[in-house]
């Protein structure tokens, strides 16, 4: 490595050593010594606990594993002279922070492993699908998503558990007397026509109607406000924690780009933007400040090129980025 990023590995090592419960005040004391050798070195520890603050998760990890390891509990409690014992509990905490890692691990590169055990149907990063379902409709699911099939005899529904999905229904009538409902985060859109889109977003779903009407309600709440209509070419966005938004306009060739292999923005914040590039690609995105968040991107994207695609983003928003590769990726 050159001088940069020798003291970047240094930084990055310091970060992690101090967070630990096992820190000591020689390994404090050695790290000022360290940090005052120039100003390099200070920045490049203030911009490495940055990163590691923005990682939530995996900045604590360091710490939980070296208490899970100590067991200091399980030692002073233990008689003296058990040592089978002893070795059978350590054995048993070292099983269970591999377990806790592995999750750890399945989570980061797969997504949740309850809703990939929940899920009938499901997409990796960077994949697509096309499901039939028994009654003849039609879902695409977009990448990282995954479905939940409840079928019954009163009812045709899809929870949407992950992710987004394009729903063409077969409609109502004839041979078909069950409502299509799909299920997402605390609200339902009931088809009633064909063709529509439902996407869970971080903090809320979103439903756009592509063909005929979809009627988006909220599971817990009755009467005025907890549900609307929907006609082609509006979208509404629920949470439980706002209930059901306003209906706006909604360009649904833009939002269901994804089934051309497109993302397209227009005036979308970099927080947004870096949640949809996510979805498609293994390892995070992750934004160094508040700031940065809440830039505005445009822009058309090809979905098999995403790493052109952040260069062009960084390049025009004049940031800079640094990368753990296939792990972590920072813009700053």
Known sequence: MNDKEQIEAEAAEWVIRLGADTSSDQDHHAFELWRSQSLRHAQAFHFAQQTWGALAALRDAPGSL???????????TAPRGNRQGRRLRLAAGV?????????????????????????????????????????GSVVE??????????????????????????FTAVSMGGQEPRPFVVE???????ALGTQFLVDRLPEAVEVVVAEHEVRV????????????????GQSVRYSSQSGLGEISAKNVDQ???????????????????????????????????????????????ETRDLNRALDTIARELGLRSTSLPALVTVLY
Request: charged fraction near 20%; charge should be positive.
């Open 66 to 76: 070296a208490a899970d390891m100590r067991q200091p509990t399980v030692r002073r």
């Open 217 to 232: 309600a909220l599971i817990d709440r009755d009467g005025p406000g907890g549900a609307i209509t929907l006609s082609p």
């Open 95 to 135: 099983a269970m922070t591999c377990l806790v890692a592995a999750i750890g691990m399945t989570s980061f590169w797969y997504g949740n492993p309850l809703t990939l055990m929940a899920a009938d149907y499901r997409t990796a990063p960077g994949e697509q699908q096309t499901v039939t379902l028994p009654d």
């Open 141 to 166: 699911l977009a990448s990282g998503s995954a479905i939940a099939l409840h079928f019954s005899k009163d009812e045709r529904r899809v929870e949407l558990l992950a992710g987004a999905a394009y």
């Open 184 to 190: 997402g985060a605390g609200g339902t859109a009931t």
């Open 255 to 301: 939002a269901t780009a994804w089934r051309r292999g497109r993302l397209v923005f227009d005036q979308v914040s970099l927080a947004d933007v870096v949640a949809e590039l996510n979805r498609y690609r293994r390892g995070r995105i992750v934004i160094a400040n508040a700031a940065l968040a809440s830039r505005q991107v445009s822009g058309v994207f």
